[in-house]
Nanobody
Framework: QVQLVESGGGLKQPGGSLRLSCAASGSIFGTYTMNWYRQATGKERELIATRHSGGTTTYADSVKGRFTISRVNAQNTVYLQMNALRPEDAAVYCC?????????WGQGAQVIVAT
């Protein structure tokens, strides 16, 4: 019904920047909230950024001040701009679209931060 496709993952050096994209398609009607999660090897999945339907954003303390979530409404696309990358940012990043109690997951994008 709704499909999410992440792109933009890859390898970056510490201190570098990377932008992830999440393109949503399908039966999308009305407003929705977009989220970015990440899960590093051996760790639990972590909610790191949310763009609420009203336009406000929230961030986990671990990424606050370095990551920015934004949305292009016409394309149903959400971005995650990651700056000042640290090795601990390495993880699989997944986007999630949520409308009320219904949510949809993307496949995930691998991010590696290493010298």
């Amino acid at each position: 019904q709704v499909q999410l496709v992440e792109s933009g993952g890859g390898l970056k050096q510490p201190g570098g920047s990377l932008r992830l994209s999440c393109a949503a398609s399908g039966s999308i009607f009305g407003t929705y909230t977009m989220n970015w999660y990440r899960q590093a090897t051996g760790k639990e999945r972590e909610l790191i950024a949310t763009r609420h339907s009203g336009g406000t954003t929230t961030y986990a303390d671990s990424v606050k001040g370095r990551f920015t979530i934004s949305r292009v409404n016409a394309q149903n696309t959400v971005y995650l701009q990651m700056n000042a990358l640290r090795p601990e940012d390495a993880a699989v990043y997944c986007c999630r679209l949520q409308q009320g109690e219904v949510g949809y997951w993307g496949q995930g994008a691998q991010v590696i931060v290493a010298t």
